[in-house]
């Protein structure tokens, strides 16, 4: 009994100490607090055990479960982007398939001259900045890796998903309190604003950025002068090859591509495929009752006049549903359509964009030499993610070496690449241009050598 009061008071103190706004635990009213109060928190932090790690981290798999259906419904309603079901489906995924402590595998040397371990340890702050398409899969993901690590995150959200994202932060600093860690653990501002985000950048205690974002935000984490990790756009191509199980390919095109209105970095956002075989792909996605395929050229003209906004696509359609994005251009179609499909030439910008909306243009191209330089070149370097349908294995193995992407998946939905019908584990944090690929605890780390001279080698 007494024990269970000492905790309980344990607690009580430490959610007072946490924060300082009325916005939720972990939550200051400027950067420099924000920074300080989650340094602090971090050396802390380093006194717990990686049981006690496991605790938290098992905490904040806790609060996705618990949490996953309000958090997604307040998401879409705030960002107005992306869908209810599929977003609680990747919260869960995160909750599931994210890696904890055991990520963080120890190398042992031994010798005539004795033992050298190489251990993963802690950056010590991290300043994470996340984007508006998966804002609270982010910050879960984030939290995990990251605090399985032995760090502390400051967090940057995107300003268009301010409030989900503090609620977020709130709801897991609660859990992670009652589990034993300390207090700002992980912390952020009442405001988050690019000046903000700029202090964070530069502010002497936060050791390491990462970015989980657009081009430009990359660009800033990788100017800064420290180590940082950044995943970046992508354009992903999905290339069918004569060879391919085309009914398959037709189906898996569709569930990838409308996966959360397209909002995934990983979501097919083109297809290119073999003349041979494009009419019979086109056949089968209409088929499926899923696609539905615009042809009339003045009603792509207007889509596009609608959805491309000067350089860019328009960020009122981006993650809305195929039904509001017809609408808009006048075209009422059936609830259950997951896609609009528009074949064009492959210079259109519906296929040179990362548009992140549910809007799929099908580019013919003339065989798989065609295909290959095509989804190179439609890529734009970002070496992210590559999907291929092919039976060919010369083929599959050709397009994974020249796309040099982090991820290439074969014959599935882009998803499998996240771990969804595919091995591995998942992540929301795809560091293609920096080159850690799909991130997890053990990226979130600095390895450190520790050497025992002339003992402990018993071979
Ligand atoms: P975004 O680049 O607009 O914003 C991402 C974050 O960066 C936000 O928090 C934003 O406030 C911040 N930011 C943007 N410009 C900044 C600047 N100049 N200085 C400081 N902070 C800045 O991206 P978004 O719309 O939120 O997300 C979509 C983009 O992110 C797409 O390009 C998508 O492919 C990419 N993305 C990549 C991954 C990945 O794992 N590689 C994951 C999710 C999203």
Redesign the pocket.
Known sequence: MAGEIEVLVKQVMNRLQGGTTGSGLGIFKNMNDAVEACARAQKEYMKCSLADRTRIINAIRRVVYDNAEELSRLTVEETRMGNYEDKVAKNRLVADKTPGVEDLVSEAMTGDNGLTLIELSPFGVIGA??????PTE?LFCNSIGMLAAGNGVVF????TAKNVSLKTIDLINRAIIDAGAPPNLITAVEN?T?EE??VM?KHPRVNMLV???????VK?VLSSGKKAIG????NPPAVVDESANIEKAAIDIIKGCSFDNNL??VAEKEVLVEEKVADYLVFSMKGSGLAHFIEDPALIKRLEEKIISGENPNKNF?GRSAQVIAESVGLKIDGKIKVLCVEVPFEHPFVQH?L?MPVLPIVRVKDFDDAMKKAIEVEHGYR?TAIMHSRNVEHLSALAKAMQTTIFVKNAPSYAGIGVGGEGCT??????PTGEGLTSARTFTRKRRCVLADSFNIR
């Not at 900045?129 to 998966?134: D, E, V």
């Not at 940057?156 to 300003?159: E, L, Q, R, V």
């Open positions: 900045i996340t984007p508006t398409t998966n982010t940057s959200p995107h300003p988050p690019l985000t700029n950048v970015a989980t974002g657009g081009p430009g935000v800033v995943a970046g756009a992508g995934p970095c981006i990362e992140m992210h992540t929301f944090t795809i560091a293609g």
